[in-house]
């Protein structure tokens, strides 16, 4: 286990933010785990040998992957943020129908959908070019192009940290839904660690349109018609690179704001008011938080405490110049204040914050 002491988050996350954690520690093995969670009961005692009657309370702990999607706060992190390194991707079993896939918690989320799609696997390749780990896409079920993690997982493994203890949960107990499941939601969030995801994914089969607008747009201007996985895959790779800024280059969290779901009898309403809504296929009525950005007038728009709406993606909120939690909240407020001014929605922020 490589532990580090009085680490800024702000270097630790893409939008560069927070004060700094106690403590960080980067686990590359299941024995680094063990001795991550001991560490952070202990009370920051490494040897648990030297343990006496007045020994240090628990400290907190925050499980982070690449960073993508999480927000740092001035006041830091009082306790240990463990970072997941946990390496290895394999395919777990093949039928002519489907195929079992299997990686470790601490692997790139794209470079796995790369390796599922290139072999012609499909399921997930609309999920490509999302940052982040394998780890951390189940724990909000992420989802992109008409496709979530929840409609291909078949497990997880993860460590129990009530329990001390290795387990194996599967889909029907995650509940999952729009950005929810039992690992960041209720009485469960933060009590498991997840070591490895398998997905269940078809196997040589393709997707069929139509697509979700934007991608069903960019296949038919490139005339591209066969919709193998690798295909798809680069097509959402192509889209998502034209709208999204390179974390290394302009700091941001990613998508910032969640779409808003809406009842059959919203979706209706909205409809007649003009909104843009996508109806899935599973019945949902999706109304996309960019698109309400976007049509308040604030896509590239300069906004307080040194951030802008990035001009080609309006979910991105950009930080050119901050250094201070309360310069995003003033950003932030000022978004959601005028799109509820304009169309009575308000939106949610999507990444999540380190608390302890």
Same mark, same amino acid.
């Given at each position: 286990?490589?532990?580090?002491?009085?680490?800024?988050?702000?270097?630790?996350?893409?939008?560069?933010?927070?004060?700094?954690?106690?403590?960080?520690?980067?686990?590359?093995?299941?024995?680094?785990?063990?001795?991550?969670?001991?560490?952070?009961?202990?009370?920051?005692?490494?040897?648990?040998?030297?343990?006496?009657? @007045? %020994? *240090?309370?628990?400290?907190? $702990?925050? #499980?982070?992957? &690449?960073?993508?999607?999480?927000?740092? =706060?001035?006041?830091? !992190?009082?306790?240990?943020?463990?970072?997941?390194?946990?390496?290895?991707?394999?395919?777990?079993?093949?039928?002519?129908?489907?195929?079992?896939?299997?990686?470790?918690?601490?692997?790139?989320?794209?470079?796995?959908?790369?390796?599922?799609?290139?072999?012609?696997?499909?399921?997930?390749?609309?999920?490509?070019?999302?940052?982040?780990?394998?780890?951390?896409?189940?724990?909000?079920?992420?989802?992109?192009?008409?496709?979530?993690?929840?409609?291909?997982?078949?497990?997880?493994?993860?460590? @129990? %940290? *009530?329990?001390?203890?290795? $387990?194996? #949960?599967?889909? &029907?107990?995650?509940?999952?839904?729009? =950005?929810?499941?039992? !690992?960041?939601?209720?009485?469960?969030?933060?009590?498991?660690?997840?070591?490895?995801?398998?997905?269940?994914?078809?196997?040589?089969?393709?997707?069929?349109?139509?697509?979700?607008?934007?991608?069903?747009?960019?296949?038919?201007?490139?005339?591209?018609?066969?919709?193998?996985?690798?295909?798809?895959?680069?097509?959402?790779?192509?889209?998502?690179?034209?709208?999204?800024?390179?974390?290394?280059?302009?700091?941001?969290?990613?998508?910032?704001?969640?779409?808003?779901?809406?009842?059959?009898?919203?979706?209706?309403?909205?409809?007649?008011?003009?909104?843009?809504?996508?109806?899935?296929?599973?019945?949902?009525?999706?109304?996309?938080?960019?698109?309400?950005?976007?049509?308040?007038?604030?896509?590239?728009?300069?906004?307080?405490?040194?951030?802008?709406?990035?001009?080609?993606?309006?979910?991105?909120?950009?930080?050119?110049?901050?250094?201070?939690?309360?310069?995003?909240?003033?950003?932030?407020?000022?978004?959601?204040?005028?799109?509820?001014?304009?169309?009575?929605?308000?939106?949610?922020?999507?990444?999540?914050?380190?608390?302890?």
């Amino acid at each position: 286990m490589k532990l580090r002491e009085n680490v800024p988050i702000s270097e630790l996350t893409t939008m560069r933010l927070g004060g700094s954690a106690r403590f960080v520690a980067e686990v590359s093995s299941l024995q680094d785990l063990r001795e991550a969670y001991e560490f952070a009961e202990n009370g920051g005692i490494s040897d648990t040998s030297a343990k006496t009657s @007045d %020994t *240090k309370k628990p400290l907190p $702990v925050f #499980i982070l992957g &690449d960073g993508a999607n999480t927000i740092g =706060r001035d006041e830091g !992190f009082p306790g240990l943020i463990i970072l997941n390194r946990l390496k290895g991707m394999e395919v777990v079993e093949e039928t002519s129908d489907d195929v079992l896939v299997r990686a470790m918690g601490g692997e790139n989320w794209d470079a796995f959908v790369g390796f599922c799609s290139e072999r012609g696997y499909s399921g997930i390749e609309c999920l490509s070019a999302i940052p982040g780990t394998v780890g951390a896409a189940p724990v909000q079920n992420i989802g992109a192009y008409g496709q979530d993690i929840s409609q291909t997982i078949d497990n997880v493994e993860a460590y @129990d %940290t *009530k329990t001390h203890e290795m $387990v194996v #949960i599967g889909r &029907d107990e995650m509940k999952m839904s729009y =950005r929810s499941t039992i !690992f960041n939601t209720g009485a469960d969030a933060g009590r498991y660690f997840i070591t490895a995801v398998t997905l269940r994914l078809e196997n040589d089969e393709k997707l069929e349109p139509p697509f979700y607008n934007s991608l069903q747009k960019y296949l038919d201007e490139h005339g591209i018609s066969d919709y193998s996985p690798a295909n798809i895959r680069a097509a959402v790779s192509a889209i998502r690179s034209e709208k999204l800024p390179d974390p290394a280059v302009e700091a941001s969290a990613g998508s910032f704001f969640k779409n808003i779901h809406l009842s059959d009898e919203e979706a209706e309403e909205a409809k007649l008011k003009g909104l843009k809504i996508y109806d899935k296929p599973n019945g949902d009525h999706v109304l996309n938080a960019g698109w309400l950005i976007e049509a308040a007038g604030l896509k590239g728009k300069a906004l307080p405490g040194g951030f802008h709406i990035s001009d080609k993606a309006a979910l991105i909120l950009i930080n050119d110049s901050a250094k201070s939690y309360k310069d995003l909240e003033q950003a932030r407020a000022e978004i959601v204040r005028a799109v509820f001014d304009k169309f009575g929605f308000k939106l949610s922020q999507e990444p999540v914050e380190i608390v302890a």
